[in-house]
């Protein structure tokens, strides 16, 4: 008689808690948003994690057009003309 071995047993468990994502898809805003001064304000980026791919939206839940992930890097691609958004920001870091 052998012993079941499941996802239950000791053996072989992994920390399964927070999977460490360490490559980012970078999404832009889908609808600039409004500049309290008129116009619109710069396009943010925004980090995009596997679930967000599908749906089209950022960790922060904005909606987001995907950028070219061999283009573009999440958060090294952040500047001035492309403010990083600081939600998605905080949940990456
Ligand atoms: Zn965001």
Redesign the pocket.
Known sequence: MSTVEGPWSAAGRRPAASPRQDRWTVGVDAAAPRSPWGGTAPS?L??VGDAGLVAGR???L?PVTLLDPALWVWPDDGDEEWPL?W??LALTC
Do not use: E, G, S
Request: include cysteine; proline fraction near 0%; hydrophobic fraction near 50%.
């Open positions: 943010r925004h980090a950022a960790l922060c904005a958004c939600v998605c």
